[in-house]
């Protein structure tokens, strides 16, 4: 075996340390990255009208710590991703990327599911504290399976972006599907200004030159489940079944998003279809969020640059044919950039607000203050 050259040893990136063999066949990039939460009263978003009513008063905790592992093996194209959370010893992301043409690339494995652009965005990457209340909803989250991808770039504004795959449909760490049945996914995205646009929030490095999408994306599941997270396959409230292929399941979403000048813009509207294979019911579900921000340092001298304030709004309605059945959240948030979004802090204010037809209306306000550091 060839010696290792020792700068290598001694090189950190945005990634990490990373450690290459001589002739650079190999490459491992090593990181890891911690989440110190401070909330009050709670941290969790309401569910249902009774956690409007529990008795936390305060809650500090380690909310995540990743250990992060990736590079490539063999050729620069022939890549590899593993993503493991220590405070829950659980193995997250495993991954293998053929990403040898632009227009074509291939991924088998586990991973989020690039359904929602708010879900796939790193949550150390996010412009509040957390995901907003609809991506509980309406998130596919991991799943284990295969895909293409791929940019097609015409010139101009013929640039588009595309996801296709095929997956198990049970969720995170589930070894077999429940069914002969698949979960189908398709994303299709327009870059309309001729430029893909990362998936991150804020614009940290104040663009000179506007980037925006749209983005269609659809899924068909059957499965034990009606929702799912990083621990796996899980129940919307109201749903209790655990029957093998018990729901069928058909969801899409319209998104957007746009970049300039430090202002950033994104947005996603949903609808869900859930039909009981055991009961012979069907509930329609739906909700959006709209989520803004700007460093409104490019325009006020007092305002400190790595300052950026964010705002969103974001409405579930668990049943559209229920009158005054809703839940909403609003919140507003700072974030101080020490080093981009690897080290950051980030105060945030959020009212929920709970509406049903049977039920007084419900109010909380949740402060919470993090720290997301990387190294």
């Known amino acids: 075996m060839k010696q290792l050259k020792r700068e290598y040893f001694n090189k950190h990136t945005s990634q990490g340390f990373i450690f290459k063999t001589e002739d650079e066949r190999f490459e491992m990039q090593i990181g890891a990255r911690l989440q110190l939460r401070f909330s009050l009263p709670d941290d969790q978003d309401p569910v249902t009208f009774a956690d409007f009513t529990n008795q936390d008063f305060g809650v500090f905790k380690i909310n995540r710590a990743r250990l992060k592992v990736g590079g490539h093996a063999y050729q620069p194209w022939l890549k590899y991703y593993f993503e493991y959370e220590l405070s829950r010893s659980i193995l997250l992301d495993y991954r293998v990327m053929i990403e040898k043409w632009p227009w074509l690339n291939i991924k088998a494995g586990q991973w989020k599911v690039e359904f929602t652009r708010e879900r796939y965005i790193s949550s150390g990457n996010q412009q509040l504290v957390d995901r907003s209340l609809v991506n509980r909803t309406f998130t596919i989250d991991r799943q284990q399976g295969v895909e ?4 097609l770039d015409g010139g101009g504004i013929a640039n588009f972006d595309y996801w296709l795959g095929i997956f198990t449909g049970t969720g995170r760490g589930a070894t077999q599907n ?9 994303r299709f995205q327009w870059n309309f200004l001729g430029r893909e646009l990362p998936f991150s929030g804020g614009d940290l490095n104040i663009s000179p030159q506007p980037a925006g999408i749209i983005a269609f994306a659809a899924v068909n ?7 799912f997270s990083s621990m796996g396959g899980a129940q919307l409230n109201g749903f209790e079944g655990t029957n093998d292929s018990q729901y069928k399941v058909n969801q899409f979403q319209i998104e957007s998003a746009f970049n300039y000048k430090g202002f950033t813009w994104s947005s996603e509207f949903h609808r869900k279809n859930i039909y009981d294979n055991f009961d012979k019911t069907s509930t329609e579900l739906g909700g959006f969020y709209v989520t803004t921000g700007y460093f409104f340092g490019q325009i006020l001298d007092f305002w400190p640059e790595p300052l950026e304030m964010a705002a ?7 049943d559209l044919s229920a009158q005054n059945n809703e839940q909403i959240e609003a919140g507003v948030a700072l974030n101080y950039f020490f080093a981009a979004h690897k080290n950051k802090l980030t105060t945030e204010v959020t009212r929920f607000m709970f509406q049903d037809q049977t039920l007084a ?5 949740r402060f919470r203050l993090q720290w997301d550091i990387s190294f």
């Open 148 to 151: 293409v991808l791929g940019n």
């Open 221 to 227: 599941n059957n499965s034990p489940y009606t929702a």
């Open 178 to 186: 429940d069914d002969k049945k698949m979960m189908y996914f398709g």
């Open 312 to 318: 969103r709004y974001a409405v579930i309605k668990p």
């Open 361 to 365: 209306r419900e109010n909380e306000l």
